[in-house]
């Protein structure tokens, strides 16, 4: 890690730079890829899963035998675990229920809002190492609050064929209707356009690697919404002379550990302090088991100095970052000046890893500095808000006049018409 | 209009079919001026503006003098109308914003969403034949009720390098922050990478021409957020034997008279309707300035009878409409069968327009099935919802073995380490 001291301003732009990510063109293969599947259905998904996952596969549906299996497998902790997870996200997420207000603006017209679920949705679970049951409650609970009628999980069969027994024990216990073993480029075009097993859905959510995030981006550019446009992941920690550096390496190595392209930045006003965390995750990055990955990650990574700490927030804030620490002597206070941030932990015991898998918070959030214009997934993610108007004789009259007018000056007739034709059989009575 | 009776359902997607759209591929054209802009700045703007709009600018920027002789160029009747649609708005949108509510999930573990304004954000205003204040209405206000601290406004001159007084009028009463005289590609070029005299923006909001649309698609992938996908204007109206012809002929007109591609469908369960609609469609399309513009977009439109109500909100969910009238007796019974629609007009007194200028709800709203996934500008779109958490030492001893558990099981020790240390802490004493 390298340490910036009293850093200029005008080098802000230049600190807040993410790693490189891998801009390698994959348009050409992912076009390629959605037209095979669009003119051969399910024989082109097969063709891919061989190619890419050597699986030689028959069918992509997760049957009943391998869940029950599957919740059979898992430990009892880890299950007991899981249902508190599962409390939580879903008290937190419930709590983002809207309910509908209607607000008379003139007398005689009132409008409300209502939620509608989004009928049919994809969540993407990547494969790899390690089993991302975690990212299967992130989206599949507040999908079921919400309402959402189909959630297709699609996630990458192992060499065996097999997905992780973690992942099929929490998709059926949180209703995930269909799983099916397929992964990459070709999961995300089977969900985009359908095929004879796999059901086209209205938005796809979920992370992961280079290929699943272009063919994500040709979803979206094909009319299939998404859920965040796609970066490594990320943290900021703003510590002062009262945080405790021990803690403090933990919460950058859990987030280093992530892969070579996370970034970490840890931003202070007392010098001692960050030189006290360099030390400490010197000697916790030596027993950590992903060590390379968290050091290659590291190497990224930023220690600031900055003279205050409403300079560290002013930073922060430029920067953007999904997750932010305020691991300083009386948080609150700082709340009111965070304008850009994905997630935000306050104090000493509200570590990163709590949002990752149990307070009750989301962690499919915004990184690349998109925390700028970009929330987090929340229940809102799930639904459509729809706006609703009734109008009656009296409020057409109150209103009446100056739609003419607007419309009018706009020269559009017909919009002025619609509402003279009404007026007009109010005064001919 | 074609008139198809008890079509099969399979013919439903057929009917949904939304006109062509122009899909000459931009993204050539696009990339070489965002490339010029990004190398050039305002110099790229000029020659693009001589280019296109035919004027030769010195600046862009509209000044004090421009806008205080726009003000008093617009009738009193029509500030008034502007006023009495802005307090409208202004109700509706005020009544959208949300209310910290911290959630306690477990014991000792709180978290809470709070709203922060997008910073800095984009209206497109397109020129062309009318000037759209409307439009000015319905991104500005919100903007200002979220609190956006920069609101730049781009929309192209005319060919003696004015505005239309009316947008300016608009703008200045709103509290826009800049108002620059630019327009097509370059002005979206503009707001996504900044130049010397236009700002980049976060999100970039507002309708446009296939050009301006094309745009809009290379800035978000340069990761400026975009409000919607763009799609022509659509209105579906279901009608009964209650229904007023006359009324309903004339909404369909005022979309109809939007744009060649603009596309009105309508849908009953009673035949003598649909043809007494077409009868008034036919006398009152005569009369109406833009009457070649409807004639032209009645041909892509579609009058469908269905053999019930129930029948017709099904197919109303399966086209998914901008906007969808309800002019049928005892509407608000069907309410809870709406499915997919951007904004929905009850009752016979409802009409479009009214949405359009003055009601209070917002006309920027999913087009071309996009009401599936997409839901209309509203409030939520100025503003991005950061969470927080805050987790005492006994919190994190609620929750904290379950985390440990599940990191654990994800193989992420990282995450599980920045726990147990801060348990182990506490066992320590």
Redesign the interface.
């Given at each position: 890690m390298k340490t910036f001291i009293y850093p200029d301003k005008n080098t802000w732009a230049f600190l807040s730079t993410r790693p490189n990510q891998n801009q390698e063109n994959l348009e050409n293969k992912v076009t390629e890829i959605f037209k095979e599947i669009q003119q051969k259905g399910d024989a082109a998904l097969l063709k891919y899963t061989l190619l890419f996952d050597h699986v030689n596969l028959t069918t992509f549906a997760v049957n009943q035998n391998e869940i029950e299996n599957s919740c059979s497998v898992v430990s009892e902790?880890?299950k007991?675990?899981?249902g508190?997870?599962k409390?939580?996200i879903e008290?937190?997420h419930r709590?983002?229920r809207q309910i509908k207000?209607p607000?008379e603006?003139?007398k005689g017209?009132v409008?409300w809002?209502?939620d509608?679920?989004?009928?049919t949705i994809g969540v993407y679970i990547p494969g790899g190492?390690?089993?991302?049951?975690?990212t299967v409650l992130m989206l599949g609970i507040p999908a079921r609050i919400a309402g959402c009628k189909e959630i297709v999980l699609c996630t990458p069969p192992n060499k065996n064929g097999e997905i992780d027994p973690?992942i099929l024990y929490t998709a059926q216990l949180i209703g995930i209707t269909s799983i099916h073993k397929i992964g990459g480029i070709q999961a995300i075009g089977a969900l985009t356009l359908g095929t004879e097993s796999i059901q086209k859905v209205?938005?796809i959510f979920g992370p992961g690697n280079q290929y699943v995030t272009a063919a994500k981006?040709m979803a979206q550019?094909l009319?299939?919404?998404i859920d965040l446009?796609a970066g490594p992941s990320e943290l900021l920690i703003i510590v002062d002379e009262f945080s405790?550096p021990?803690?403090i390496a933990?919460?950058l190595?859990?987030?280093?550990?992530?892969g070579d392209d996370s970034q970490v930045v840890l931003v202070s006003d007392t010098e001692a302090v960050i030189k006290a965390v360099q030390i400490a995750l010197e000697n916790?990055v030596k027993n950590?088991?992903?060590k390379q990955i968290?050091l290659a990650a590291l190497k990224n990574s930023k220690l600031i100095l900055l003279k205050d700490l409403d300079t560290c927030i002013e930073f922060s804030n430029f920067y953007a970052p999904e997750h932010l620490i305020l691991a300083i002597e009386n948080?609150?206070r700082l709340?009111a000046k965070?304008?850009?941030?994905?997630?935000?932990?306050?104090?000493?015991?509200?570590?990163?890893?709590?949002?990752?898998?149990?307070?009750?918070?989301?962690h499919t959030l915004?990184t690349?500095?998109?925390?700028?214009?970009?929330?987090?997934v929340?229940l809102?993610s799930f639904?459509?808000?729809?706006?609703?108007?009734?109008?009656?004789?009296e409020?057409?009259q109150v209103?009446?006049?100056?739609?003419e007018?607007?419309?009018e000056?706009?020269?559009?007739?017909?919009?002025?018409?619609?509402?003279s034709?009404?007026l007009k059989?109010m005064s001919d009575v």
């Open positions: 902790n880890l007991d675990a899981i508190l997870a409390a939580n008290k937190f709590s983002q207000e607000v603006t003139s017209v409008c809002r209502e509608r679920p989004i009928e190492t390690a089993p991302l049951f975690s973690v209205d938005k981006q550019k009319g299939t919404a446009p405790v021990e803690f933990a919460d190595l859990s987030q280093a550990e992530h916790q950590l088991p992903r968290a948080s609150d709340i965070i304008s850009n941030a994905g997630s935000v932990f306050l104090g000493k015991y509200s570590c990163e890893s709590a949002g990752d898998y149990a307070s009750g918070t989301n915004p690349n500095g998109y925390a700028k214009s970009y929330s987090g929340s809102d639904v459509k808000k729809i706006t609703f108007q009734e109008i009656t004789k409020g057409l209103i009446g006049p100056a739609i007018l607007m419309a000056a706009e020269k559009l007739i017909g919009h002025k018409n619609a509402v034709i009404r059989t």
